[in-house]
């Protein structure tokens, strides 16, 4: 125990409450302030070169303050901040089963692409600090997407991977977005679990507030009466915008002109309809894309668990449209499969990879399995997959905690470049993204309320500045007085 907390005088005492009370309350200071918006981030859907969803929450769920106005203000990178518009206003609240938060969803459109943007989330009278994101190229350049899922159960190691995720995008520019394979948490319906996971997600945050885009997929430990019942409240459609709208977790991304990555749910039927638009997806893409991939949890070609029903469903389809890479999760090993097709080796064949390994603690794999020998793989190790599309070649690479290469994979393309027009066609959606996400008026560009925002950020920063001020001064009123004492 130190002289200043067994001194007898209530003065010295009463100055380090001060002192931590305003340093606490500050909410210029405070990096624990719950009041405000929590942990923004950027969601790519179909369209990344020209749309981003900007999803964000708030404590409760506004009962004591239903009309406190949420927005992003945003604008190009690089532009004086008191330039950026008022931009849309969220689209609505969603007040989850137990009254935990209220979550916000705002779709920016007509981006450029190519182009760094930068925002703020803005609720009520709290705002964030300024983040920003890179829009996908829309031309055939060199890209990189990382993939990985299961990242649930080992907080520790969850974060050491999510510290190598930032480190990797860091090093390498040409990484534009994060690939999930589901299995965020260990309780989906339970809100703690989420808010713990998105607290360590911050840590792949850039120093300068880059965020890496995530197109999520869906997990078993996501699986929700949501899918039963779309009126029932869901944590995962709350935490991700809503990516596939409130009917069904499947959907297609373009990045540039020479990628299209078809996200698939394992939680819904395999066959039936989802088969069916998978097909479409496919077919068109054939023809569209130089490369094609897809992601989704349960795999068909395991290293330790059994096949799931994609095996008998999807894996034909794949087959039969070249896809070029399958991304897998769920068993908790890394693994590389040979080429498969008609359910052996065949050097035209699908390649799988994951399967699960974003901290999640590592299972034993079955190295026994005809299409996990060499030059397939699997072992246990915590790890990060990265794909680079180049014009020609594919390059497949997991790397562990420490960036040290652990699997390594090229494939050579199989289909001849595709000439592109400048009006590509989009995504077949079960509704238009706007329709559903943001109200009629939803855009626009108010300058008195810009002007309004502005004055509260600054009459708030004033107040944090006094309060620093203040705090100093009383730690400074507390160490005179201990010397006093002697």
Known sequence: MTDLARSSSPIPTFAAALTILLIVGSPLISAADTTGPQHPRVVWLEDPAHRATIVWHTPGAHAERPDAKHRVLWGR?????????????????IEERLDHATFHHAVLADLQPDTRYRFRVVSGEHRSRTYTFETAPDDNRPVAVLYGGDSRSDRKDRRRVNRQIRRMVRQDDRIVAMLHGGDYVEHSMVWEDWDGWLDDWDLTTGPDGELLPVIPARGNHEFSP?????????????????????TRDYWTTTIGSHIGIVTLDTNAPIAGDQRNWLASQLERLADTRRWVIANYHRPAYPAVKRPGAARKHWVPLFEEFQVDLVCESDGHVLKRTVPIKRGGRDPDGVVYVGEGGLGVAQRTPDTDRWYLQPPGMAKRAHHIQKLTFQDDTLTYQALGLDGEVLDAYERQARRPPVEHEEAEETSEQAQPVTSRRLPADATMDDASDTKQTRQTSSILEHRSLVGLVLACLAFAGALLWRRRDG
């Open 77 to 93: 990178a690089g532009g004086p901040e008191s330039q950026l518009p008022l931009a849309t206003k969220a689209d609505r609240h």
């Open 226 to 246: 949501h899918q039963a019942d779309p009126e029932t409240p869901d944590n995962y459609n709350a935490v991700w915008g809503q990516p596939a709208g409130n």
